[in-house]
Every structure is written in structure tokens, then in C-alpha cells.
């Protein structure tokens, strides 16, 4: 079975600054990660994706994420932190091989300190 | 953004009945979820399909059953509410291969 760990309720940071989210997974077979923002009182938004390919994955908002087989770990990063970044954060997985089921990790809110 | 709507949008329920929740899609996905967020909890999956009658349990399927006669249509039942159930309510699709696509959101309350 899938699982998500965000081992980091609340990540705090300075407005230009780089940021990091950590996120941790267990799959069998090999996984399809995503990142997902939400803002107060909405609904879900897709950050990026890793299914294969390059380590190092570019998505929406100037977001990056870095996937590492060996550490099983999808760390949400940016350069730059900007106050509107202030959101909640969610690491998800599913295997490719496996029952199509897409686990979510339990979140991490991110503070940008003006 | 993918035409996925929910209803209702908020809901306030007694201990004991039964409620239905719609999730509706116009981009016909072959996969829908439902999920629960609460606070400290992140998003549970609580039951998902992966075609019209096809169904499985997620993390927390106990007191939920969901049907999906149709592509666009998936409910999901609550079939005696209790307080535990108090929450918002997401419903997803997926396509494979792409990301999740996510409704607005029901909120749902419990007393």
C-alpha cells in the first residue's frame, strides 16, 4: 500500500529566501508523485508531476521538485519565496503499477514572512 | 479546469440520517475519488472508482458506500451520520497519466 509522510506541519520562511517542503513516500513498484496547493477556502491545485525521466521537475509558480529514488523523497523547493506562496501544501502518490489509488500526505502550511 | 461540480456546497445534518453527496464531471475521466480533509489529517481517500460500477475501498470507508452508474456521476453515502463524519467532502478526477482534478469542496456538518 501507498503511503505519504510530511513530516513538517508548518514550514516557516523569509520573503526571498528559498523554501523547502519535504516530502517522504512508500509504493510498491515504481511511483507517480504530485504536489498540490491550497488556498484558504478552495479546492486543490496541481503544482507538478514525476512519473519518469529527469530528477529535477519544473512546474507551476516557479515550483521545482527534486525526486530522489534512493531516499524515496519528492521535496517541494524554490528559489525565491514570495508572501503569496502562503498556502497549504500536499504531497501525493500512486504507484504505476498498482490499484490506481492516489494517497495523500497530511499537509504542510507554508508561512512566508514579509 | 476540469468541469467538476459538487453538490450540495454545504450541508447540515442530524446524528442518524442518511446523506448523498454528488460529484458530477463533464471531462469524462475513467477514475473518481472522493476524499476528506480535516485538520491534521490531510486529505483520506474514502472510496474511489476506476469505472462505471467499479469501485474499492480507501483508507476510511467505513460508514461510506459510493456508486457510479454513470461516467459523469459518482455519490457518495453516508449511510447513518455521525459527528465523526463532520467535514469537507472533495471529489477528484483522474485520467491516468495526468494529475487529479479536484471540485470545490462540500462542506458538511453533523450535529
Known amino acids: 500500500a501507498q503511503s505519504v509522510a510530511q513530516p513538517e506541519d508548518q514550514v516557516n520562511v523569509a520573503e526571498g529566501n528559498p523554501l523547502t517542503v519535504k516530502c517522504t513516500y512508500s509504493v510498491s513498484g515504481n511511483p507517480y508523485l504530485f504536489w498540490y496547493v491550497q488556498y484558504p477556502n478552495r479546492g486543490l491545485q496541481f503544482l507538478l508531476k514525476?512519473?519518469?525521466?529527469?530528477?529535477l521537475v519544473k512546474g507551476s509558480y516557479g515550483f521545482e521538485a527534486e525526486f530522489n529514488k534512493s531516499q524515496t523523497s519528492f521535496h517541494l523547493k524554490k528559489p525565491s519565496a514570495l508572501v503569496s506562496d502562503s498556502a497549504l501544501y500536499f504531497c501525493?502518490?500512486?504507484?504505476?503499477?498498482?490499484?490506481?489509488?492516489?494517497?495523500f500526505g497530511k499537509g504542510t502550511r507554508l508561512h512566508i514572512l514579509p | 479546469d476540469a468541469g467538476i461540480t459538487q453538490s450540495p456546497r454545504h450541508k447540515v445534518t442530524e446524528t442518524g440520517t442518511p446523506v448523498t453527496l454528488r460529484c458530477h464531471q463533464t471531462?469524462?475521466?475513467?477514475?473518481m475519488y472522493w476524499y476528506r480533509q480535516d485538520p491534521g489529517h490531510g486529505l483520506r481517500l474514502i472510496h474511489y472508482s476506476y469505472g462505471v460500477k467499479d469501485t474499492d475501498k480507501g483508507e476510511v470507508s467505513d460508514g461510506y458506500s459510493v456508486s457510479r452508474s454513470k461516467t459523469e456521476d459518482f455519490l457518495l453515502t453516508l449511510e447513518s451520520a455521525t459527528s465523526s463524519q463532520t467535514s469537507v467532502y472533495f471529489c477528484a478526477t483522474y485520467r491516468g497519466g495526468d494529475e487529479q482534478y479536484f471540485g470545490p469542496g462540500t462542506r458538511l456538518t453533523v450535529t
Open positions: 514525476y512519473i519518469t525521466g529527469d530528477n
Open positions: 471531462e469524462n475521466h475513467r477514475y
Open positions: 501525493a502518490v500512486t504507484s504505476l503499477e498498482g490499484d490506481d489509488k492516489i494517497i
